[in-house]
Structures are given as structure tokens and as C-alpha cells.
């Protein structure tokens, strides 16, 4: 493994000395303006660059907010950045005769108070921003944002969808990963649909959507990436927000917001929520036809309530040693629990109505999580321009959880399964470690960096069966074990971009090697995996007239399989039905091509295709055993995926106070694989549609309506149903920029959503019926406070390891 690594290292750092030591010759001046409140890119400003003696050129930013000028002799300058509704700033700026490049980075305008009394700006800043291989959403942007969490916010972004079960997709995949401030998370990675539903969308900056990662982010996920940005634009000084909020009849209290504090060098700010939820009692059944020696109907009938309480926190600590040199921690926690109670009535006949089987079981189930993380980051920075850097990064997350599980059976015929209960604890530790370099020349930048990332997981799963004898639950052997699962990855990158006027290259190569050692401790069996990837990665931009851009994008993920699809417990909690993770998975390879078209101007339009293609994809499986009567779930690399879809997203202010934002994505998925030695295969449409109004009246009271559309979801073996979310909301400033008051109502015309899942296989037909609240009612309270002078220094590079797939809402992703 190293020797093949060898080449490698010594590549990307000959090369990172030669270009250190390499001199320029010609200057250039470039940045980028941005609002000194938010940070947002101010479009369309006018740039003035003089001598003392004479104006030398005017220029204006682009639709981004920035500006690059070349061709600049060495001397003295001033310049001066003019825009409506802000403060005229001048800046002075020296070129030296060794400086090749001069990077201004971010240029803050304020808000011009006299001329905000005296104007109504009705302008609105884009929603939703193009970038080289990746889509932006600003929260702040959206009036919603102050009504809705994080996961209602989702459902309005383009390329996001969320399913009937509160799951988010990603282009309609599962596959991806979720960060938060580019980092991945304890807490998101175990209940991203918790996590969601408990933030506040007004706790979050922007949204961006990472359809083709760079080389610099790890291989895995195979649809992309979903990095939110939470707000920490600050100044020296505090700023904080805080929101209560209640959803009845399914859901709770809940409580979140976010901080800043700077005072001289030092800089802290942070994320924090939590909630308390209660399920009311929803309904279940299912009923399955199986053929053979001995055909049969199953039908089961359930009834199902619960509560949970969710608790999470997460800070970013920073120290200005000087101008260069940085220093960044972070520090997060989460937890929670989920307790249901069920009961199921369940009958087995033959085809003719006669009874072979039947029983009532009850269960107690009580899941208990919590999670930490810890990191470290060290930034250097150069004088010759400051966009080089060199950047150390580590970090250690640790996640603990329990599944108790305690199953009672009554009424029983023809059937001596005894009462039984079943545990699962878990713990998963990941140390990673990670150098980054970047080193730009010109138009030309560069990165390179070394990664390894260290996984300890295990899992010790034990079964109890009710011993009628001795009065007393016996553990059974043959559904007990302790599992470790190891897993160690190093890995190296390299990468480019080059900028011109109109057009911007990134291009990337990763080498990745990962060993797997899976161990039945109990059973004395193990498993051990030993391969080895390149991926590459290369993403084109052009800027057309008029604010419109063009961009293509190629890459290659790779779907590494997580502790939950890997673990072999067999959860029993079902008695006709087992489901049961497989310790021989092997990694996937996804290959995928967007195209997508940007048009910035009164109406932001974003209109994409997309086509991907992976061999031996990880499908979820079912298999009816005839001996047994059980349905048997489990994972195979057993598939073939093909996907051809288009996109679309319109954000268009209709009147000046009128609103309309739509977006829509349709794939055609071809999926193929193997069951029970069976060629089997299945297609169609999967995607969504969403649309929304909102208008703004007087006193500052503003109406948001929306409503949004999913197909039904294609799978190997079935598809699940379609289904509609529709929806009202009101807010108003009761003071303005401090305090506001919001209500919604979702879905008031239906009580239940009935998700209803049919599948297939070759001796066996089966549907599946779920109730899920879906009319829901809403208040929400948020208040600002503080006053911020400075911004808070970050550290530029970091860890994101993005390369799990997971059980539910799978996620992938440096």
C-alpha cells in the first residue's frame, strides 16, 4: 500500500517546492465585493481604479461580485467602489514589483443609512447562485426563512427533494452526505431528519448543493454533497438569534438559534437547538401473497404512537495569532432518544380463507443515541498573496447508541415463537488527520493535500428468549455476537483551476487506498477488504452575456458502505420479518455528467441534465423463505443504475411585492440486479415538482403559499406511492430586524399520508401501508440581538469526510 503512495507524495510535493520558489512578472488586481452584514456578494458595482495623478480604468463586478483586472504597471493606487444603497469605499493599493498577483479578497460595503430613509430599494438579491461545480441557496435571501426549519427549507431548494417519510434527496438519490460549516457531523450523520426538523432556517446563511465535488473532498457520495452554512458573519462585538417554536399534532416544542462574539483575536460562534416531539397513534397493516409447496396470505394490522426529545450543540472557536497565521477549533455534542410502543395483530391462511398461523404481539422499543466531536485547525498564510495557504486539520468524533427492543406475544395459533427481547449497542470512533496546500500563479490555482482517516466501529448485539422452566429470558446464542468493523483510509489529492474572463477549468485527480477489517468476535470469522482508487473530477465554466453561465461537470464517487448497511444484527422486532445488514459489501463506483444553464437577471432561471451509470450498486434486497414463512431483508452488491434526468428552478418577483419561486426534477432510472437467482429489473419516472407565491403587504406582514409534488419512488424490487405537500404561512416584523411572529399550516385537508410500498420477487408479492401525521399546525417566535463591527477570520480549509453510505436517508461525501 505505501509504495503505491510513494509516487504520489513525491509528486505532488516536488511539485508543491517548485512552483513556492517560482517568480512572476506581471500584475494583476482582483476580489470581491460583499455586503458587510451578511457577506453576500454585491452585483454590478462600479470600480474605479485611479493613480494620483489620473483615472486609469473603470470596471464593474459581475454577478458574483467580483472583479479581476491585469495589465497593471508596478506603483500606487486608489480604489473606489460605487453601488446603490451603500456607502462609497476607497481603497488604496500598492503593487511591488515581486507581486504577480494581488488578491483584495472580500471588499465590505455598509449600507448607506441616509439613502436607505430616503429610498425604497425593491431590488432583491439572488436566491440561488451558480458556482463551478456546485449550486448555492441563501437562506437569508428567502422570507421563509424566519417560519420554517431547516427541513421544510429544503423542499424549496433545486436539486432537493424530501420524501414521504421526511427523508431529503438529492437529485431523487439517498446517497450523499450532509456538513455543517463544511465539516461533518456526529449529529447529522445518525438523525439528519431530527437535526433538520429541530434547526431553525434563520439559524442558517446559505445552502449549497455540491453536485461535483472537487478533488480535495473525499470520494464517497455518490449523488453529491449538502453543506449548510450557519450564520457567523460577525463583527467585533455579539450577535445572536434565538426562536421558540410549537407543531402540534405530531411534534412539540422546540427551541434554536445561533451566536457570535469577536473581541480583538479571538472569535467564537455556534449553533444550538432541541426539541421534544409526540407521535400520536398512527395505523399500519400489511399483507403479503406467497406461491410454492405451500401458498399463502399473510395480513397484519398495527397501531403505533411515540415521543423523542433531541438535543444538540455546536461552537467554532478562532485566535488571530497575526495576519498569517490562524488557529480554529470546534467543538460539538448531540443527544437523544425515541421510545414506541406497537402492537400487531397477525394472521396467516391459505389461499381458500382457511387459518394456519396467527398471534398478537406487543412491543416496547426504546433507541438511545448521543455524539460528540472535537477538532483542531492550524492555518499559515504567505505574504506574496493571500490566497496561498498551508492548513493542518485534526479531528475525532465519537457516536454511541442503543436499540432495546422487548416483544410480547398473545393469542397465539400455530405458533411457539416465545417472548423474546432483543438489544444493540453501538459505537463508532473516527480520528482523522489532514494537510492541505494551496498556491496560486496568476490565474492558476492550486491544491494538493494528504488525508487518512482511521474508523473504529463496533456493534454487540444480543437476543433473549422467555424460558418458560426457569421463569426467565435465556440468551440465544445463535442471534448473539460482538462485530467490529475497522476501517482505514489514506489518501491523496491534486488539483487545478484557471480563471479567465468568461471562462473558468477545475480539474482534479484523488488517489484513494482503504482497508477493511470486519470481525465476528464471538464466532471467531472475520472479514478483510483491500482496495485501491483513482478519481477523477473536472467541472468547466462560461460566463455568458447579460449575467448568463454555462457549466459542465464529470466525476467519479464512490459508495463505501456504512456500519449500518455492514451489520450483520437481525433485527426480529417483526416476527414474519428480519432485516439484517451484510459484512461482504464491497464499494461502489458512480460515474456522473451535469450540464447545467444559469440565466441571472429579473428571473433567476437554473435549468440542468444530468446522466450517471454505476455496475454492482448496493441494493436492498427482500427474500421470502418458504421453510420459515420470513421475509428476509438485507444488502447485495447485486445491481446495475442508469439515470437520465433535467432540472429546472425559476425565482421570478413578479411585481414588487409578488413572488414566484418554482423548481422541478425528473429522472428516467433504469435499475437491474439479481434476486434469488433470478434476472430482475425495473424502471420509470422518479422526481418532484415545487412551487411557491408569497407577497408582501402592508405593515410588514408577508403570505407565503407553496405547493410541491414526488412521483413514486422506483426501487429494484417495487415502488412506493406518489404523494402532495401543500401549505400556508403568514409572518410579521413585530419590531423591525428584532423581533417577528410566524404561523403556518401544512396539508389542512389531510390528516394521514399513506405511504404504501409494494414490492416483488419471484415467490412472493407484498404491500405495505404507513401512516404518517401530515396536517400540522405551527407558531414560531424569533428575536435578534447585538451590534458586530468586525468579521470573524475562519480557517479557509478543513476536514470533511464524506465517504459513508448510511442506513436511513444514506449519505456519502473530504
Request: no cysteine.
Amino acid at each position: 500500500m505505501t509504495r503505491k503512495f510513494l509516487p504520489l507524495f513525491a509528486l505532488f510535493f516536488a511539485a508543491t517546492l517548485s512552483i513556492s520558489f517560482a517568480q512572476d512578472t506581471t500584475h494583476a488586481l482582483k476580489g470581491k465585493v460583499v455586503d458587510s452584514v451578511d457577506s453576500n456578494a454585491i452585483a454590478y458595482v462600479t470600480v474605479n481604479i485611479r493613480t494620483d495623478s489620473a483615472a486609469f480604468k473603470s470596471l464593474v463586478t459581475d454577478a458574483k461580485g467580483e472583479f479581476e483586472l491585469a495589465g497593471l504597471n508596478t506603483g500606487n493606487y486608489t480604489a473606489t467602489f460605487i453601488a446603490v444603497g451603500y456607502q462609497t469605499k476607497e481603497l488604496p493599493i500598492e503593487l511591488l514589483d515581486h507581486t504577480a498577483e494581488l488578491n483584495l479578497g472580500n471588499i465590505s460595503l455598509a449600507a448607506d443609512a441616509q439613502a436607505l430613509d430616503e429610498v425604497v430599494v425593491t431590488a432583491s438579491r439572488p436566491i440561488v447562485k451558480q458556482d463551478i461545480d456546485r449550486l448555492t441557496y441563501d437562506v437569508q435571501a428567502d422570507p421563509e426563512s424566519k417560519i420554517l426549519t431547516a427541513l421544510d427549507m429544503m423542499r424549496k431548494i433545486p436539486l432537493l427533494s424530501v420524501d414521504g417519510d421526511e427523508n431529503v434527496l438529492l437529485q431523487g438519490n439517498s446517497n450523499y452526505r450532509i456538513f455543517i460549516n463544511n465539516k461533518p457531523s456526529t449529529m447529522i450523520a445518525r438523525n439528519p431528519k431530527d437535526v433538520l426538523k429541530a434547526m431553525p432556517a434563520e439559524s442558517i446563511e446559505k445552502i449549497e448543493v455540491i453536485t461535483t465535488p472537487p478533488a480535495r473532498y473525499e470520494s464517497e457520495g455518490l449523488a453529491g454533497i449538502i453543506n449548510i452554512i450557519t450564520n457567523k458573519n460577525v463583527d467585533n462585538g455579539y450577535r445572536g438569534s434565538a426562536n421558540l417554536n410549537y407543531r402540534s399534532p405530531a411534534g412539540g416544542p422546540g427551541v434554536g438559534g445561533s451566536f457570535t462574539l469577536k473581541q480583538g483575536k479571538f472569535g467564537a460562534s455556534g449553533y444550538f437547538g432541541g426539541s421534544l416531539s409526540q407521535r400520536p397513534e398512527t395505523q399500519s397493516n400489511f399483507e403479503r401473497a406467497t406461491l410454492g409447496n405451500q401458498p399463502n396470505i399473510l395480513f397484519q394490522n398495527g397501531l403505533n404512537d411515540g415521543k423523542s426529545n433531541f438535543t444538540y450543540l455546536g461552537t467554532e472557536l478562532s485566535y488571530d495569532i497575526d495576519s498569517l497565521n490562524l488557529i480554529t477549533g470546534e467543538i460539538g455534542f448531540n443527544l437523544g432518544r425515541f421510545d414506541n410502543n406497537g402492537s400487531q395483530f397477525s394472521n396467516t391462511s391459505t389461499l381458500e380463507g382457511s387459518p394456519l398461523q396467527g398471534f398478537s404481539m406487543y412491543n416496547v422499543g426504546k433507541n438511545r443515541w448521543d455524539g460528540y466531536n472535537i477538532g483542531l485547525n492550524y492555518q499559515k498564510g504567505f505574504k506574496r498573496n493571500k490566497e496561498q495557504m498551508l492548513t493542518f486539520s485534526y479531528r475525532f468524533g465519537h457516536d454511541k447508541d442503543g436499540q432495546d427492543n422487548r416483544m410480547r406475544i398473545a393469542d397465539r395459533i400455530n405458533y411457539e415463537v416465545p417472548d423474546y427481547n432483543q438489544t444493540n449497542n453501538g459505537n463508532q470512533d473516527e480520528h482523522t488527520v489532514q494537510l492541505d496546500y494551496v498556491h496560486p500563479v496568476n490565474k492558476l490555482n492550486i491544491e494538493g493535500g494528504v488525508k487518512g482517516i482511521f474508523r473504529l466501529n463496533s456493534s454487540d448485539f444480543r437476543s433473549a428468549n422467555f424460558d418458560e422452566t426457569s421463569g426467565a429470558f435465556v440468551e440465544a446464542p445463535n442471534q448473539t455476537n460482538t462485530y467490529e468493523n475497522n476501517q482505514y483510509i489514506l489518501s491523496v489529492y491534486n488539483s487545478y483551476q484557471y480563471k479567465l474572463e468568461k471562462w473558468g477549468f477545475s480539474a482534479g485527480l484523488r488517489a484513494e487506498q482503504t482497508v477493511v477489517k470486519a470481525d465476528f468476535i464471538s464466532s471467531d470469522s472475520n472479514v478483510d477488504q483491500n482496495y485501491f482508487n483513482f478519481i477523477p473530477s473536472i467541472a468547466v465554466n462560461h460566463i455568458l452575456k447579460q449575467g448568463k453561465t454555462l457549466n459542465l461537470g464529470y466525476t467519479q464517487r464512490v459508495q463505501r458502505p456504512g456500519i449500518w448497511n455492514l451489520n450483520p444484527f437481525v433485527n426480529r422486532s417483526n416476527p414474519n420479518f428480519e432485516y439484517a445488514g451484510n459484512p461482504d459489501l464491497r464499494p461502489v463506483l458512480n460515474n456522473t455528467f451535469n450540464l447545467r444553464y444559469s440565466s441571472f437577471s429579473k428571473a433567476n432561471i437554473n435549468v440542468g441534465m444530468s446522466y450517471s451509470f454505476a455496475n454492482n450498486t448496493i441494493q436492498r434486497l427482500i427474500n421470502y423463505d418458504e421453510e420459515t414463512g420470513i421475509s428476509r431483508f438485507t444488502y447485495e452488491n447485486i445491481g446495475k443504475d442508469k439515470s437520465l434526468g433535467t432540472n429546472v428552478s425559476i425565482n421570478y418577483p413578479i411585481t414588487k411585492k409578488l413572488n414566484l419561486n418554482m423548481s422541478g426534477d425528473m429522472s428516467y432510472i433504469w435499475l437491474e440486479g439479481v434476486v434469488d437467482g433470478k434476472a430482475t429489473s425495473n424502471s420509470g419516472l422518479r422526481g418532484y415538482m415545487y412551487g411557491g407565491l408569497s407577497y408582501l403587504f402592508e405593515e410588514g406582514w408577508r403570505v407565503n403559499g407553496n405547493f410541491s409534488y414526488s412521483t413514486a419512488y422506483i426501487m429494484l424490487q417495487g415502488q412506493s406511492n406518489s404523494f402532495p405537500y401543500y401549505g400556508i404561512s403568514a409572518s410579521k416584523d413585530l419590531i423591525k430586524e428584532k423581533l417577528s411572529i410566524s404561523g403556518s399550516v401544512s396539508n389542512p385537508f389531510n390528516k394521514y399520508r399513506n405511504y404504501i410500498n409494494d414490492m416483488t420477487g419471484p415467490n412472493f408479492t407484498q404491500s405495505s401501508f404507513f401512516q404518517n401525521y401530515y396536517r400540522s399546525f405551527s407558531m414560531s417566535l424569533s428575536y435578534r440581538f447585538g451590534r458586530l463591527k468586525d468579521e470573524i477570520r475562519k480557517n479557509r480549509r478543513g476536514i470533511k469526510n464524506d465517504d459513508v453510505s448510511g442506513g436511513g436517508g444514506q449519505q456519502g461525501g473530504n
